[in-house]
């Protein structure tokens, strides 16, 4: 049901022609270790790069190996310095490709910069922009997961493999919660209902919506919400001007649409690996992390040696 490796795919994992090189574009702790279980399934070493900041913060990368003809995978996670991991990927993708590598894929489980997907007022779409540097780069494709909007892959003119967590959240909810039957699927809002609904059905589970927001005055103040200020009277702003009178937004009280009676409660935040949250889990033990190495390395392995994708998307929902 879930796309879990059969044993005759463990013993294919390490099957890899010749000519690919794993880098990891930075050294945090985190992006090491991923990049290092994606080396060991795939049977190779590390690449040997240097990324280091000067004084002046600058981004310097040097290549410490040859690259010429080859397939080259570069593995990026998003830390709080979001800008600087964009540099060091950037700087990483041109050096490879004015080393003549023979193709250059990003390997970012999290695409920084993904929410901003949409034109908000005088704002910019910040994904596109980010999409048209990486390609200008030298970036041939991209790797991925859960995409904050499945659309973002449009702003490519490369190939985009968007995988998703999904089938290792549910594995771990069927194998480390025993009395999941009895509980509910509940989304945070009515935005994130598709997904729940793509959750519950394949968990035979019911599902419930939380609808409205917290009562808070002091959130009306930092989201805007009363901006512009009200006015009792359109003479209060110019008498000779005629606009209509500006209403804000009422939030309305929060609300659980659906059966939660008699349900138990999960108290547990189950996340992947793609991105540093160690500190997190020293502050909250309820934190449990999901290691997605795997599906990463078969999609590196698959690109390599040019074989479908597809199995990476089996069972899995359109909502998803």
């Given at each position: 049901?879930?796309?879990?490796?059969?044993?005759?795919?463990?013993?294919?994992?390490?099957?890899?022609?010749?000519?690919?090189?794993?880098?990891?574009?930075?050294?945090?702790?985190?992006?090491?270790?991923?990049?290092?279980?994606?080396?060991?399934?795939?049977?190779?070493?590390?690449?040997?790069?240097q990324?280091?900041?000067?004084?002046?913060?600058?981004?310097?990368?040097?290549?410490?190996?040859?690259?010429?003809?080859?397939?080259v995978?570069?593995?990026?996670?998003?830390?709080?310095?979001?800008?600087?991991?964009?540099?060091?990927?950037?700087?990483m993708?041109?050096?490879?490709?004015?080393?003549?590598?023979?193709?250059?894929?990003?390997?970012?489980?999290?695409?920084?910069?993904?929410?901003?997907c949409?034109?908000?007022?005088?704002?910019?779409?910040?994904?596109?922009?980010?999409?048209s540097?990486?390609?200008?780069?030298?970036?041939?494709?991209?790797?991925?997961?859960?995409?904050?909007?499945?659309?973002?892959?449009?702003?490519?003119?490369?190939?985009?493999?968007?995988?998703?967590?999904?089938?290792?959240?549910?594995?771990?909810?069927?194998?480390?919660?025993?009395?999941?039957?009895?509980?509910?699927?509940?989304?945070?809002?009515?935005?994130?209902?598709?997904?729940?609904?793509?959750?519950?059905?394949?968990?035979?589970?019911?599902?419930?919506?939380?609808h409205?927001?917290?009562?808070?005055?002091?959130?009306?103040?930092?989201?805007?919400?009363?901006?512009?200020?009200?006015?009792?009277?359109?003479?209060?702003?110019?008498p000779?001007?005629?606009?209509?009178?500006?209403?804000?937004?009422?939030?309305?009280?929060?609300?659980?649409?659906?059966?939660?009676?008699?349900?138990?409660?999960?108290?547990v935040?189950?996340?992947?690996?793609t991105?540093?949250?160690?500190?997190?889990?020293?502050?909250?033990?309820?934190?449990?992390?999901?290691?997605?190495?795997?599906?990463?390395?078969?999609?590196?392995?698959?690109?390599?040696?040019?074989?479908?994708?597809?199995?990476?998307?089996?069972?899995?929902?359109?909502?998803?």
């Amino acid at each position: 049901m879930f796309c879990v490796a059969p044993p005759e795919l463990e013993t294919k994992m390490n099957i890899t022609k010749g000519g690919l090189v794993l880098f990891s574009a930075n050294s945090n702790s985190s992006c090491m270790e991923l990049s290092k279980k994606i080396a060991e399934r795939l049977g190779v070493e590390m690449g040997k790069v240097q990324v280091y900041q000067e004084p002046n913060r600058e981004t310097r990368v040097q290549i410490q190996e040859s690259v010429r003809g080859k397939d080259v995978f570069i593995i990026q996670t998003v830390s709080k310095d979001v800008n600087t991991i964009i540099m060091e990927l950037l700087i990483m993708v041109y050096a490879c490709k004015t080393s003549c590598a023979k193709s250059i894929t990003g390997v970012i489980p999290y695409f920084p910069y993904s929410k901003q997907c949409k034109m908000r007022k005088r704002g910019s779409i910040v994904s596109k922009l980010l999409a048209s540097m990486m390609c200008k780069a030298g970036l041939t494709h991209l790797i991925t997961m859960d995409l904050h909007q499945k659309e973002i892959q449009g702003f490519f003119n490369i190939p985009v493999d968007n995988l998703r967590a999904s089938p290792f959240l549910l594995q771990y909810i069927q194998e480390e919660i025993p009395d999941y039957r009895n509980a509910v699927i509940v989304a945070k809002s009515p935005a994130s209902a598709k997904r729940a609904q793509s959750f519950a059905e394949r968990l035979r589970l019911g599902i419930a919506v939380i609808h409205g927001e917290a009562q808070d005055a002091e959130s009306d103040l930092v989201d805007g919400r009363h901006s512009p200020p009200m006015v009792r009277s359109v003479a209060a702003i110019h008498p000779s001007l005629e606009i209509p009178m500006l209403i804000p937004k009422e939030k309305p009280p929060i609300t659980v649409v659906g059966d939660v009676g008699g349900r138990i409660a999960i108290i547990v935040v189950v996340v992947t690996n793609t991105i540093p949250h160690e500190i997190q889990k020293l502050q909250c033990p309820k934190i449990k992390t999901v290691d997605i190495s795997m599906i990463l390395s078969e999609a590196i392995r698959r690109i390599h040696n040019g074989e479908s994708m597809s199995y990476l998307f089996r069972n899995i929902g359109l909502d998803d």
